[in-house]
């Protein structure tokens, strides 16, 4: 957790996920957003969930960020306790390629939803994390249109080096 309060949550079923959700954890950092990491489980500690999930608005999160890998039903269940916006991570684990753990979190039934990203693609997580803060706070609005910018800078520099230039 950085120095000020959290404003995004990032959680995952196990520490086996950390590996994938780390690059959430990157981007939060990279665009200087106060996050905390955690280790909650749906199934191992569901009561323990059930005391975050339904904590975390009251504490100052406004997003949650949900790794987790085969039954993957942390995001969905985190979802279910509390009105925050929750994006959740599929993991992918030695079996079934995380398409076990996208199904199970894309799934979520009318009422509660989970925004979900692409398999192991917690990048983007953190980045959606970020669009959702910046929706109320111009610099960081910013400083993804600079993000961005660079990344279409990069597209030319391939297209320019494919090219022969
Ligand atoms: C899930 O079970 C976790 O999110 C993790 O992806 C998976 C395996 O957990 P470990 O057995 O490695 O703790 O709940």
């Known amino acids: 957790m950085t120095a000020d309060l959290p404003l995004v949550g990032v959680i995952m079923g ?3 996920d950390l590996h994938v959700m780390q690059a959430a954890v ?8 106060p996050h905390e990491v955690r280790v909650v489980s ?13 904590g975390a ?3 100052g999160l406004r997003v949650i960020i949900a790794g987790a890998g085969g039954a993957a039903h942390l995001p969905g269940m985190t979802a279910s306790m509390t009105t925050l916006p929750v994006i959740g991570v599929p993991v992918p684990l030695e079996h079934l390629d995380g398409l076990d753990s996208l199904l199970s979190i894309v799934q979520m039934p009318t009422g509660i939803p989970v925004a979900t990203v692409a398999i192991g693609n917690a990048a983007n997580a953190g980045l959606l994390a970020v669009r959702i803060l910046a929706t109320g706070d111009d610099s960081l609005r910013s400083r993804i249109e600079r993000h961005q910018a660079d990344l279409a800078e990069k597209v030319r520099v391939k297209d320019e080096h494919v090219r022969g230039g």
């Open 26 to 33: 990157d981007v939060l950092a990279q665009f200087d957003v």
């Open 57 to 59: 608005a009251p504490r």
């Open 42 to 54: 749906a199934h191992r500690t569901p009561d323990w969930l059930t005391e975050y999930a339904r």
């Open 14 to 16: 196990s520490d086996s």
